[in-house]
C-alpha cells in the first residue's frame, strides 16, 4: 500500500511560517529580510520574488490572523448557542489562537511591527474593531431575541470584553510568552460575565 506524501508547501507559505517562527523564537526582536533569508534558505533576492517587500509579508500573516479567526466567528454565530456563551466562545477562541501561534501575539499587540510602515498597524487595529463590532452586533441580537441585558450599552460592553482578552494577549508577549494567555480565563470568565450581563429576572 502506498503510503500518501504530505503536501507540499509553497514557498510562499515556507517564508510565512519562517517570519511567524522567527517571531515566536526571538521575543522582542526585529526581524530582518537578510536573517529571514538564511532562515528559510533562499536568497534575499527569493524573498522579494514572492513578497515585494517585508510589509507584505507582515500583510501575509496579519490576512492569515483575520482569516482563521473570522472563519471560526461566523461558524459561533451561526451555531444554536445564546448570546453570553458566543462572547465566551469568541473571546476564548482569539486567546487560544495567540497561545498556539505567539508570534502572532506579538504582531497583535503590534510589537513586532516597531518601525514597519503604519498600515500595518492600522490593519491591526481594524481587526480588533471587526472583532469588537461582532461582539456589539451579538449583544444586540441577543436582547432582541433572548430579552439579554447588559449592565450599560452594548458598545461599552464589547468594549470591556475585548480589552480584558486584549489585556491578556499583552501579558502574554510581555512575558515573553511564559504566562498564558489562557491561564486562569475559566475562573475569571464568570466574573467578567456578570460586570457585564444582569442576572435573569
Not at 537578510?34 to 517587500?53: D, I, N, T
Not at 469568541?90 to 501561534?101: S, Y
Not at 508577549?173 to 475562573?187: A, T
Given at each position: 500500500?502506498?503510503?500518501?506524501?504530505?503536501?507540499?508547501?509553497?514557498?510562499?507559505?515556507?517564508?510565512?511560517?519562517?517570519?511567524?517562527?522567527?517571531?515566536?523564537?526571538?521575543?522582542?526582536?526585529?526581524?530582518?529580510?537578510?536573517?529571514?533569508?538564511k532562515?528559510?534558505?533562499?536568497?534575499?533576492a527569493?524573498?522579494?520574488?514572492?513578497?515585494?517587500?517585508?510589509?507584505?509579508?507582515f500583510?501575509?500573516?496579519?490576512?492569515?490572523?483575520?482569516?482563521?479567526?473570522?472563519?471560526?466567528?461566523?461558524?459561533i454565530?451561526?451555531?444554536?448557542?445564546?448570546?453570553v456563551r458566543?462572547?465566551?466562545?469568541?473571546l476564548?477562541?482569539?486567546?487560544a489562537?495567540?497561545?498556539?501561534?505567539?508570534?502572532?501575539?506579538?504582531?497583535?499587540?503590534?510589537?513586532a511591527?516597531?518601525?514597519e510602515?503604519?498600515?500595518?498597524?492600522?490593519?491591526?487595529?481594524?481587526?480588533?474593531?471587526?472583532?469588537?463590532?461582532q461582539?456589539?452586533?451579538?449583544?444586540?441580537?441577543?436582547?432582541?431575541?433572548?430579552?439579554?441585558?447588559?449592565?450599560?450599552t452594548a458598545g461599552?460592553?464589547a468594549?470591556?470584553?475585548?480589552?480584558?482578552?486584549?489585556?491578556?494577549?499583552r501579558?502574554?508577549?510581555?512575558?515573553?510568552?511564559?504566562?498564558?494567555?489562557?491561564e486562569?480565563?475559566?475562573?475569571q470568565?464568570p466574573?467578567?460575565?456578570?460586570?457585564?450581563f444582569?442576572?435573569?429576572a
Amino acid at each position: 500500500m502506498a503510503v500518501k506524501e504530505a503536501p507540499k508547501v509553497s514557498r510562499y507559505e515556507q517564508i510565512l511560517q519562517a517570519l511567524a517562527q522567527m517571531l515566536e523564537v526571538n521575543p522582542g526582536a526585529r526581524i530582518t529580510t537578510a536573517a529571514l533569508a538564511k532562515e528559510v534558505g533562499v536568497s534575499e533576492a527569493a524573498l522579494y520574488r514572492h513578497f515585494p517587500s517585508k510589509a507584505r509579508m507582515f500583510e501575509g500573516l496579519i490576512g492569515f490572523i483575520e482569516d482563521t479567526i473570522f472563519s471560526r466567528v461566523n461558524m459561533i454565530i451561526a451555531s444554536d448557542a445564546d448570546g453570553v456563551r458566543q462572547c465566551e466562545q469568541i473571546l476564548t477562541l482569539l486567546l487560544a489562537f495567540v497561545q498556539k501561534n505567539p508570534g502572532m501575539a506579538r504582531i497583535l499587540t503590534g510589537d513586532a511591527l516597531a518601525g514597519e510602515t503604519d498600515r500595518l498597524r492600522t490593519r491591526v487595529n481594524q481587526f480588533f474593531e471587526r472583532l469588537e463590532t461582532q461582539l456589539k452586533q451579538i449583544l444586540r441580537e441577543a436582547e432582541a431575541r433572548e430579552g439579554l441585558r447588559t449592565q450599560t450599552t452594548a458598545g461599552a460592553c464589547a468594549n470591556l470584553m475585548l480589552a480584558t482578552a486584549e489585556g491578556r494577549i499583552r501579558q502574554f508577549v510581555r512575558s515573553e510568552f511564559k504566562r498564558s494567555p489562557i491561564e486562569q480565563w475559566d475562573d475569571q470568565w464568570p466574573r467578567l460575565a456578570a460586570a457585564v450581563f444582569r442576572p435573569a429576572a
